[in-house]
C-alpha cells in the first residue's frame, strides 16, 4: 500500500514503510543560521546579544595605557553596503564582502599628583573603518576573489573537563582528569602507581596536586582534609586493662576487637591471623575452623573503635605543647596508649567512610614536604617559567593572570556547562574563568571515579565532540586579529600626544583584514564550492571536518577517532565519508540533524508513552539521550502505533 505525501504544490505516491512524522528542515540552516548568529546584522546595537562579533569585540576592548590616562572602549559596529552585487563580484573577480565601521570611544584623563587621583578630562567618539567583512550568499556560500567558497564546519573536542584511564605496565589502572578551556592553560591530574595524585599545569612537569592547593590558599594538612572530608569528634575513653585471653567457646566474644599475637594452627604450623588484625565474622570461623584453643585480644573496655581511624589535626598535649600524635595518621594501640598517658579526652578524625576515598590524596599529603604558601607558588613558578628566578609575588601574578583572567582564560558557556553537568555544581554559564571550588571539585570526582563511583568519558561519544560552524570559527579569527590591533594600540599611545589624538590615530585595520583575508584565502576549511550537480553543493555545505586548526592531523588520527560510533545514530551519516587518509575524519550531517545552541548535534525522537509511539517530536543531543532506551525507527509497531 502507498500514502500520499506533498512536496509544495505536488502530491506524490509514497510506498515507504515508515511514514514520515516531521518535514525535512532547511538543509543549509547550519551555514545560515551560524552566520546571522555572527553578525546580528538587522539588530539595533543596544539590542544585540554578547556573542559572535559583539563578544569579540568586548574580550579585547578597552584598551588603555599603562599609566592609564588614555582608554580606547568599544561603543558599537555597523555594516555598509556591499560595493558590488554578487554576480558583478563573480565576473570582476572580486569578493562580496561590507565595510565594517566600528563606533570607538576614547577617554583621555589626567593624573593630578598633589591627590594622585585620575580624572576625566574629555571623551572624543569617532567611526573608524575596520577592514571589509565577506558577507554569506542565500545559498550559504561566500564569493571570495570571483569564486564560490564554503566554510567547512570543524568537529572538535568540547572544552569542559574528561576523565580517562589507562593501563600501566604494572597492569595496574591509572586515573586522570582534565580540565580543558576553550582557550587558555590546561590542568591535568594523574594517579601514580604508588597511588599519588599529580597535577600538570600547562603540560609542564609534574608535581604533588597539594601544591596547587596550598598555592590557592589551602595552605595547612587540616585544611585540605577538612574541604575533602567530614570531621568527627571523638572520645577517648579510660580502660581498665589493655588486653584479654579468649576461650575457643567465646571466640565470637572477641569481634571488632584486635588481635594482639599471631594465630598458629598448632597441627599444620600455619599462622591462620596475624597481629594487629581486627576480628570479624568470617576471620572468627576461619580461627574455629583450626584447633586454635585461645586468642590473645584486646579487653572489652578499650577503645577498639578507635584504631585504624585517620587522625583530621595535630593532637597537643595541653600542659607541654608537645605533638603526641600528628594529624593524618592511622592510630595504633600504641598511640592510643600515648594519649592516654598525656591526658587527652577528646580527638578529631575523619569520617571513616570518606578516609578510605581520599587515601591518594592523604598520601600525597604525607609526601608533599613543602607546608608553606609561598613556597607552593615558587615550586609552580619554577615549572610554568623554568628560565626566571622565582618569587612568590611574581608566582602568585602568573598563576592568576594563568587560570583566572577573564582575558586570558575562557572555559566559555560549553565548558562551563559540561563542567556543572559532569561534577553536579550549579554555576551560571556567565562564570567563564575557572573557579578554586572548581578544582576542588573535580578532584573530589576523580578520588570518586578511583573507587568505582564516577564515570570516564568516552572522547569519541558526541557528548564530548561539537560542531564549530562559520559564525564561531570566524569570531575565533576576528580575536586573534584584534589582539594584533591591541598591541599596535598600545605601542601608539605611548608614542603620541593626547591633546589632538583620535580614535583613528591609534587604530590600524591592516592586522585584522590581513586575518580575515587569510581565513577566507587559505584557510583548511574554506574550500572552493563544489559545483558537480546541486546535490554536490548541498553536501559540501553539510559537511563537518575533524581536521583543521585546533583539531586533528590526518597523520596522528587513531582508528578510535574514525570509527563509527554509538552516538552517531540520527546524527552523522555511516557511510558517507572519503577513501583514504581523511576516512572518518570528514563526515557529513544527517537529514534531521541539528545543532544546539552548545554546537552539540541533536536528533529527533517521537515519544514513547505506555508502549505508543506518539507523534510529539523531542530533539536530544547525545548526553540527553543517554539514560533513555531508544528504538530504532523500523521497530515494528500494530494499527495503534503500539510496539
Known amino acids: 500500500m502507498y500514502h500520499v505525501e506533498k512536496f509544495g504544490r505536488r502530491e506524490r505516491r509514497s510506498y515507504a514503510k515508515i511514514q514520515t512524522k516531521k518535514e525535512i528542515p532547511d538543509l543549509i540552516e547550519i551555514q545560515k543560521k551560524s552566520y546571522e548568529e555572527f553578525l546580528q546584522k538587522d539588530i539595533p546595537p543596544e539590542k544585540r546579544e554578547n556573542k559572535g562579533l559583539q563578544e569579540a569585540f568586548f574580550e579585547v576592548f578597552p584598551i588603555s595605557n599603562y599609566s592609564g590616562t588614555l582608554t580606547l572602549e568599544f561603543v558599537s559596529y555597523s555594516l555598509g553596503e556591499p560595493k558590488y552585487d554578487i554576480i558583478e563580484c563573480q565576473e570582476r573577480g572580486m569578493t562580496y564582502a561590507a565595510p565594517l565601521k566600528v563606533k570607538i570611544r576614547l577617554i583621555v584623563r589626567e593624573i593630578d599628583k598633589e591627590n594622585n587621583t585620575v580624572k576625566e578630562k574629555e571623551i572624543r567618539e569617532q567611526e573608524v573603518y575596520m577592514g571589509e567583512l565577506p558577507l554569506m550568499t542565500e545559498t550559504g556560500t561566500f564569493i571570495i576573489n570571483g569564486a564560490e567558497r564554503v566554510i567547512v564546519s570543524q568537529l572538535h573536542r568540547s572544552p569542559g573537563i574528561i576523565f580517562e584511564d589507562e593501563i600501566h605496565i604494572s597492569g595496574r589502572r591509572l586515573f586522570s582528569a582534565r580540565i580543558i578551556p576553550y582557550h587558555g592553560a590546561w590542568i591535568e591530574f594523574e594517579y601514580d602507581t604508588n597511588d599519588v595524585i599529580y597535577v600538570r599545569l600547562d603540560r609542564r612537569k609534574k608535581m604533588y596536586a597539594t601544591l596547587l592547593l596550598r598555592a590557592l590558599g589551602w595552605v595547612n594538612d587540616d585544611e585540605i582534609l577538612r574541604l575533602f572530608s567530614k570531621i568527627e569528634k571523638a572520645e577517648l575513653k579510660q580502660w581498665k586493662r589493655k588486653e584479654e585471653t579468649l576461650e575457643r567457646e567465646h571466640f565470637q566474644e572477641g569481634i571488632g576487637r584486635m588481635l594482639l599475637a599471631d594465630v598458629i594452627d598448632d597441627k599444620y604450623g600455619e599462622t591462620v591471623a596475624h597481629a594487629n588484625e581486627k576480628l570479624d565474622e568470617n576471620l572468627i570461623n576461619k580461627i574455629l575452623s ?192 584584534l589582539s594584533r590591533v591591541e598591541k599596535a594600540v598600545k605601542e601608539r599611545m605611548t608614542l603620541q600626544d593626547s591633546e589632538e589624538l583620535m580614535p583613528h590615530d591609534l587604530i590600524n585595520s591592516k592586522p585584522l583584514s590581513a586575518v580575515i583575508k587569510d581565513f577566507f584565502g587559505s584557510s583548511q576549511l574554506s574550500q572552493f564550492m563544489q559545483q558537480t550537480n546541486p546535490l554536490d553543493e548541498l553536501t559540501h555545505k553539510r559537511r563537518l571536518s575533524a581536521l583543521g586548526p585546533g583539531g586533528l592531523h590526518r597523520d596522528r588520527a587513531t582508528f578510535e577517532v574514525r570509527d563509527v560510533h554509538h552516538t552517531h545514530y540520527g546524527r552523522l551519516c555511516p557511510i558517507e565519508t572519503p577513501e583514504g587518509p581523511s576516512v572518518g575524519l570528514i563526515v557529513s550531517l544527517s537529514t534531521y540533524a541539528k545543532v544546539n545552541e552548545y554546537g552539540f548535534l541533536e536528533t529527533p525522537y517521537r515519544k514513547v508513552v505506555n508502549g505508543v509511539v506518539t507523534d510529539e517530536v523531542d530533539y536530544l543531543s547525545a548526553d540527553e539521550e543517554d539514560p533513555l532506551v531508544v528504538a530504532q525507527a523500523n521497530a515494528p509497531t500494530d494499527e495503534y502505533g503500539k510496539l
Open 290 to 481: 583450626t584447633n586454635v584453643a585461645s586468642i590473645r585480644v584486646t579487653s572489652s573496655d578499650f577503645p577498639n573503635n578507635l584504631i585504624g581511624r585517620i587522625t583530621a589535626s595535630n593532637v597537643v598535649n595541653k600542659s607541654t605543647g608537645e605533638v603526641v600524635v600528628e594529624i593524618n595518621q592511622e592510630l595504633t594501640m600504641q598511640m592510643l596508649e600515648s594519649l592516654r598517658n598525656a591526658g587527652i579526652e577528646e580527638l578529631e578524625l575523619l569520617d571513616s567512610q570518606d578516609a578510605k576515598y581520599i587515601k591518594s590524596l592523604r598520601n600525597t599529603l604525607m609526601r608533599d614536604t613543602v607546608k608553606d604558601q609561598d613556597e607552593a607558588l615558587k615550586e609552580i613558578f619554577k615549572r610554568l617559567q623554568p628560565s626566571d628566578p622565582p618569587t612568590a609575588e611574581s608566582a602568585r601574578t602568573i598563576l592568576e593572570r594563568r587560570f583566572f583572567d577573564n582575558k586570558r582564560y575562557d572555559l566559555s558557556p560549553v565548558g562551563r556547562y559540561k563542567i556543572c553537568k559532569k561534577l553536579g555544581i550549579d554555576v551560571p554559564n556567565q562564570q567563564r574563568v575557572l573557579r578554586r571550588e572548581d578544582i576542588i571539585e573535580a578532584l573530589k570526582y576523580l578520588m570518586k571515579v578511583e573507587h568505582g563511583m564516577g564515570g570516564i568519558d568516552d572522547i569519541d561519544h558526541l557528548g564530548n565532540r561539537r560542531v564549530r560552524s562559520v559564525g564561531e570559527l570566524l569570531q575565533m579569527q576576528f580575536r586573534h586579529g
